[in-house]
């Protein structure tokens, strides 16, 4: 499900998705701050993406799901819970290590102000499915976020497909597709410019397509003409 269909405060304020490496990244963020403690993306990241990659290949369809789905998902979980174990208990046992009194109240009550600011901001959540020859997979959803570019939403698609494409090869090894309107987006230089929430809009749908050749700008002429025909 979405994060979109769980009612406040839940979906506001507890809920994350777990095929969204940003969101996973949020969540730690946010809990580790609580204890005054920065939380390092680097330190994190390789396990982070091996969740996310996971978790994306298993269909939560009742029809489609395998009986061991259930078992795999609580051992990925398993596995990043006691990673982020580890982080606290090297953390804590550093004698440098120390929070006391007004400080650490101090760090708790900007924390709470910080996520306070962070969920009034607008975002939602949208449904890619993927279509490749290896590796199908419908509903995985991603939140698009009031700042979020167009290339924002590729890396976090990425984290998803990196088994299966190369880094750095959206438009050459993978393209996105509006399912209303079978468009294909096609961005290339100013990815980082584009505000995602002008391309992937609330109530929309996507689908990831493996491309067989790079894709070329007479494509797109051949396959507007073709469906006017």
Same mark, same amino acid.
């Given at each position: 499900?979405?994060?979109?269909?769980?009612?406040?405060?839940?979906?506001?304020?507890?809920?994350?998705?777990?095929?969204?490496y940003?969101?996973?990244?949020?969540? %730690?963020?946010?809990?580790?701050?609580?204890?005054?403690?920065?939380?390092?993306?680097?330190?994190?990241?390789?396990?982070?993406?091996?969740?996310?990659?996971?978790?994306?290949?298993?269909?939560?369809?009742? #029809? #489609?799901?395998?009986?061991?789905?259930k078992?795999?998902?609580?051992?990925?979980?398993?596995n990043?819970?006691?990673h982020?174990?580890?982080?606290?208990?090297?953390?804590?046992?550093?004698?440098?290590?120390?929070?006391?009194?007004?400080?650490?109240?101090?760090?708790?009550?900007?924390?709470?102000?910080?996520?306070?600011?962070? %969920?009034? #901001?607008?975002?939602?959540?949208?449904?890619?499915?993927?279509?490749?020859? =290896?590796?199908?997979?419908?509903?995985?959803?991603?939140?698009?976020?009031?700042?979020?570019?167009?290339?924002?939403?590729?890396?976090?698609?990425?984290?998803?497909?990196?088994?299966?494409?190369?880094? %750095?090869?959206?438009?050459? #090894?993978?393209?996105?597709?509006?399912?209303?309107?079978? =468009?294909?987006?096609?961005?290339?230089?100013?990815?980082?410019?584009?505000?995602?929430?002008?391309?992937?809009?609330?109530?929309?749908?996507? =689908?990831?397509?493996?491309?067989?050749?790079?894709?070329?700008?007479?494509?797109?002429?051949?396959?507007?003409?073709?469906?006017?025909?």
């Amino acid at each position: 499900m979405k994060r979109d269909d769980i009612l406040p405060p839940l979906g506001l304020y507890q809920c994350y998705q777990l095929n969204d490496y940003r969101s996973v990244v949020g969540f %730690f963020s946010k809990l580790l701050t609580l204890f005054g403690i920065k939380f390092d993306e680097e330190m994190s990241k390789v396990v982070i993406e091996k969740l996310v990659s996971d978790i994306s290949k298993i269909s939560f369809k009742a #029809e #489609e799901s395998e009986e061991n789905d259930k078992e795999t998902i609580e051992k990925m979980i398993e596995n990043l819970k006691n990673h982020m174990d580890k982080r606290f208990l090297e953390i804590i046992e550093k004698p440098a290590y120390q929070i006391m009194g007004d400080n650490l109240k101090l760090n708790i009550e900007e924390s709470k102000i910080q996520q306070i600011t962070n %969920f009034t #901001e607008v975002s939602y959540s949208v449904p890619f499915d993927i279509d490749f020859p =290896k590796f199908k997979n419908q509903n995985l959803y991603i939140e698009i976020r009031q700042d979020d570019t167009f290339q924002d939403i590729t890396n976090t698609l990425y984290f998803i497909l990196k088994e299966y494409v190369p880094a %750095f090869t959206y438009l050459e #090894e993978w393209i996105i597709v509006e399912y209303k309107t079978d =468009k294909h987006v096609v961005i290339r230089e100013i990815a980082d410019k584009i505000p995602a929430k002008v391309i992937f809009r609330p109530n929309t749908k996507w =689908k990831i397509i493996k491309l067989d050749k790079p894709y070329k700008a007479q494509d797109s002429h051949q396959r507007i003409i073709f469906k006017t025909w």
